[in-house]
């Protein structure tokens, strides 16, 4: 089983859709989780960490059920400009000092006019 | 906002030559990493290092690879005789103390796209 887990899409939406990626993970003893966005041939860049209770920042919710072991991220009213490769990102249980990452393979969104 | 600044941009080398990717963190970050994504496929971790050792690496990170901080600024990773299979985009980043992470990322410097001819 993958590590971390995603439906690379591409999922094409109208504007204003909205859209929901999921995301499962293979340790149940990970640390945290992420949202990052990446835009073609540039840097990952965090969109929002997920917190076990949910979160909501604007137009976007995270959602984490350790029990399953899923993530998942909503974006609702879609624009153009959210047209990208949204990652899931997980950190595993923390042996040392390190605070490495491990990511999915990303799912594609592209928001059509 | 503070940014990770990562030089050179694009790197064109030679089969068998050696590379230096430049990063220079933000300045109050404690923890520095390398991670690299061929293209097309997802990013993966190389090295995390702290206290000026490496704390942690991957299967990737071998002999082949080494990273050092010669100063108070600049992270380097350095590949020796590259192949054609390193091609690839390489990220740096930093986080600052231990549990920030956890909390908000990392942050990314923009990359350097190493192609191996």
């Known amino acids: 089983r993958k590590e971390v887990e995603q439906d690379p899409g591409p999922f094409n939406v109208p504007e204003g859709a909205t859209v929901a990626f999921n995301c499962t993970y293979s340790n149940s003893a990970s640390q945290s989780f992420f949202w990052y966005r990446q835009d073609c041939r540039k840097e990952p860049k965090l969109l929002m960490s997920?917190?076990?209770s949910g979160n909501e920042d604007g137009r976007f919710t995270a959602q984490l059920n350790r029990a399953s072991q899923y993530i998942s991220l909503l974006i609702r009213d879609s624009k153009l400009s959210d047209s990208a490769t949204y990652l899931c990102?997980?950190?595993?249980?923390?042996?040392?000092?390190?605070?490495?990452?491990?990511f999915g393979t990303g799912t594609l969104l592209a928001v059509q006019p | 906002e503070p940014e990770v600044t990562q030089t050179p941009s694009h790197q064109v080398t030679q089969m068998g030559q050696e590379v230096i990717l430049r990063c220079v963190p933000i300045?109050?970050?404690?923890?520095f990493y390398w991670y690299r994504q061929i293209l097309g496929q997802k990013v993966e971790f190389l090295v995390s290092?702290?206290?000026?050792?490496?704390?942690?690496k991957s299967e990737i990170f071998d002999d082949q690879f080494s990273v050092e901080r010669p100063d108070g600024s600049n992270f380097t990773l350095k590949i020796r005789s590259t192949k054609l299979e390193d091609s690839a985009m390489y990220f740096c980043a930093s986080s600052g103390p231990s549990g920030t992470a956890d909390l908000y990322g990392y942050t990314f410097g923009s990359g350097t796209r190493l192609t191996v001819v």
């Open positions: 997920v917190y076990s």
């Open positions: 990102v997980v950190s595993p249980p923390r042996g040392g000092a390190t605070n490495k990452l491990i």
């Open positions: 290092f702290y206290n000026n050792e490496i704390s942690e």
């Open positions: 300045s109050n970050h404690l923890y």
